[in-house]
């Protein structure tokens, strides 16, 4: 009893490598967080000014980069920090709010790509019903619904996992507050908690993924069904940013948390864990920015009026 009220800290492992690797790590992460936070206000800046994006999937599009930077901003600081440091820990109370946070935001995540694939496949399959369907009350219902759901379904675990004893050692075998080693840590008997968030992990990726199947399955119909070449063209070029992202996470993810507890490896959760962390989050704006025609007039109109409107100071 005496341990159990004395730990105030865990200690975060990380990546056990050599010092100067480390110091490479912290460079290479700082300018992949830097452009992920930069790509995602760009997105955010232009879907806000431009008159042509004012629809639902830039509305979407949108609400998806405002929980990017939350959600990139719980990890990579703490990860960063770290990787400096000698101690590389965190507190008993910053450990639950990162977890909670974490899997929330990423819950989110994939509720709200299964809306923009709905999204998309309204788009297609029904555009002359597209503005009526998708109005702007259903879209905000959409967003709210996707909030909500992830909410219930990461609170009880959470709520229940700050109740926990842990007795030592504090030594996370992690770069964050993830929720299997943390447990793996408690003095108590977490048999319920791991069943509640495979339970949760479950539920969000099949549902989700069901739907997007489900989605992208009549998006491919009606294209193939479109006479020209240049319609399908356009088309899919619509759906395969979003098509691209939507495999790069789940496979990553399913293969993270929905695998049988003998198969795992510390190092490789690492990976993967960086991976959806960190290397998905940066492609995002720049699959959905670079790859979409509409962004990319949006975003050279708005450079020309913003250099347009700088005075050029003439020399004496």
């Known amino acids: ?28 992460i700082l300018l992949t967080y830097f452009l992920i936070l930069l790509g995602n206000i760009v997105i955010i800046f232009i879907t806000l000014v431009d008159t042509h994006l004012k629809t639902p999937m830039y509305f979407f599009l ?60 309204v788009a297609v399959c029904n555009p002359l019903r597209y503005a009526t369907i998708m109005n702007t009350r259903v879209c905000f219902q959409l967003l709210m619904g996707s909030w909500g759901v992830s909410f219930l379904l990461v609170l009880p675990p959470s709520v229940m996992t700050t109740k926990l004893k842990f007795c030592g050692p504090n030594i996370i075998n992690h770069f964050f507050c993830d929720t299997s080693p943390l447990l793996q840590l408690s003095c108590q008997d977490t048999r319920l908690i791991e069943v509640m968030t495979l339970f949760a992990a479950v539920f969000t990726l099949l549902s989700t993924l069901a739907i997007n199947i489900a989605s992208y399955l009549r998006i491919i119909g009606t294209i193939l069904r479109i006479p020209s070449a240049a319609g399908r063209k356009n088309a899919f070029s619509t759906c395969s940013a979003h098509l691209t992202v939507v495999s790069v996470l789940y496979g990553s993810c399913i293969g993270r948390y929905i695998r049988p507890p003998e198969n795992r490896g510390e190092e490789f959760d690492k990976v993967l864990a960086l ?3 960190l290397g998905i ?35 004496v």
């Open 62 to 121: 949108r609400n998806y980069s405002l929980m990017e930077i939350p959600f990139t901003f719980v990890v990579i600081p703490k990860m960063l920090s770290n990787l400096l440091a000698e101690r590389k820990t965190i507190s008993l109370p910053g450990c639950f709010i990162q977890a909670f946070f974490f899997f929330f935001l990423g819950t989110n995540g994939f509720f709200y790509l299964s809306v923009m694939s709905f999204d998309r496949y």
């Open 281 to 315: 989050q940066i492609f995002n704006p720049f699959i959905y920015t670079l790859r979409n025609k509409q962004v990319k007039e949006a975003l050279m109109k708005t450079f020309k009026r913003v250099s347009f409107r700088i005075p050029i100071r003439k020399g």
């Open 1 to 28: 009893m005496e341990n159990q009220t004395e730990m105030t800290e865990f200690i975060l492992l990380g990546f056990v490598v050599e010092r100067w690797l480390e110091i490479l790590l912290f460079v290479a």
């Open 275 to 277: 991976l959806y962390t």
